[in-house]
């Protein structure tokens, strides 16, 4: 079932939590709505779900208006962060309870019944689980039977509000990837709420990103992480230095270093910000008169180590820069420089904390300040 979402709007109170949103969903595709607490994601699952009506605007499913149907005419799956199991009832009878209460003329007998919710707990691969209550089950466990419950009834769409926020995070990587093949057996229309960007980018098939009840991008997970549409998409979308500079004729100019910057090739003298990946930023140690280019100019940004901290096969390095009004750090911090190396160059190099250090960008992400005029 497709889903057509158009210019949907909706206040609570002073808030507004949505604004004029449109968004098309193909049949059988997983999408992910990312993006920080209170940005308006959650809210829009409720009105796509039928659990909330938008003050203005129409969901239409596979272009039937469907703004108006109540909740239980939609034929919408439903999965909560927290379960919501029935746990004074087994799993059988937790996944078996949406097919008892279906009008008379719409029920399967006992047997149908009983094939269909084995069938589904086998798909889950929890069968020999059918006799046990909630209770008894692990999160990953009770999460996977709120997903067979709410596939049931046979949902023409299936909605999951932060479905793994609760889980830790080893057991949240293994549903990520059983939900994904899941998905493929299944091709069920699938919208998932997260705020996690590690799993909406390995999840699902498009990620939508939004901010402040606008939608800021939308795109497949390799086109966004690869072409930010927006300072807030780059900074979202995992760890990221942010940089200070002037644009002028497709060069960007910071911490005393020149950058390409094609998407600034029409600037003049304007104010910009590049924004660069810890693991896109060299590393070496500082030599007084040797870390310039063929022109005289500095070739990357010195900078002190100020801790390294390695776990596995990465060695991340916080660096204060020399220049301290040129930088923010992936959390925000000024004065901050976060570099990623591998922790086997990390070692070899021997670098110690306190040294002093220069990182060059091998690539930036260059936002222009369009109040500064282009």
């Known amino acids: 079932m497709s889903i057509e979402i158009r210019n949907v709007s909706k206040q609570f109170g002073s808030f507004q939590a949505l604004r004029d949103v449109s968004l098309d969903i193909a049949s059988g595709e997983l999408i992910a709505l990312l993006g920080p607490s209170g940005c308006g994601k959650t809210t829009l699952l409720r009105i796509i779900a039928g659990l ?57 007998s ?40 709410a596939l049931a009834v046979e949902p023409k769409v299936l909605l999951l509000d932060e479905p793994f926020g609760a889980l830790d995070a080893k057991v949240r990587k ?19 709420v997260t705020h996690d960007q590690e799993e909406a980018l390995e999840v699902a098939d498009r990620v939508v990103v939004i901010n402040q009840g606008r939608i800021e991008q939308s795109g497949s997970p390799q086109d966004v ?52 990946r810890p693991h896109d930023l060299d590393v070496e140690r500082y030599s007084p008169g040797q870390n310039i280019d063929a022109q005289g100019r500095p070739r990357g940004i010195v900078a002190q180590l100020s801790r390294a901290i390695v776990v596995g096969p990465i060695a991340r390095l916080e660096l204060i820069p020399a220049d301290e009004n040129q ?34 960008p091998r690539r930036a992400k260059v936002f222009i300040d369009q109040a500064a005029g282009i």
């Open 52 to 108: 909330e009506t938008p003050d203005v605007g129409s969901i239409h499913f596979s272009g039937e208006d469907t703004t108006d149907v109540h909740v239980r005419e939609r034929n919408v799956g439903f999965v909560f962060q927290h379960y919501a199991l029935f746990r004074h009832m087994t799993v059988f009878e937790n996944v078996a309870f949406g097919l008892r209460v279906k009008p008379r003329n719409q029920r399967p």
């Open 225 to 276: 992480w690869d072409n930010p549409a927006s300072p807030f998409v780059y900074g979202f979308l995992g760890d990221v230095n942010l940089f200070h500079g002037r644009a002028n004729d497709g060069l960007v100019h910071m911490s005393g270093i020149e950058l390409d910057a094609p998407e600034a090739a029409q600037a003049k003298d304007a104010k910009a910000f590049a924004y660069v």
């Open 327 to 360: 930088s923010s750090a992936p959390g925000g911090e000024d004065t901050l420089i976060e570099a990623q190396i591998p922790a086997q160059q990390f070692k070899e190099m021997g670098l110690r904390e306190g040294e002093t250090l220069v990182v060059t």
């Open 110 to 149: 006992e047997a149908q019944i009983r094939t269909k919710v084995m069938d589904l707990l086998k798909l889950v691969q929890l069968d020999w689980l059918a006799d046990r209550h909630p209770s008894q089950l692990s999160g990953g466990q009770r999460q996977r039977i709120a997903l067979a419950r």
């Open 174 to 192: 293994e549903l990520r990837r059983w939900l994904r093949r899941l998905h493929d057996e299944l091709h069920v229309t699938s919208i998932f």
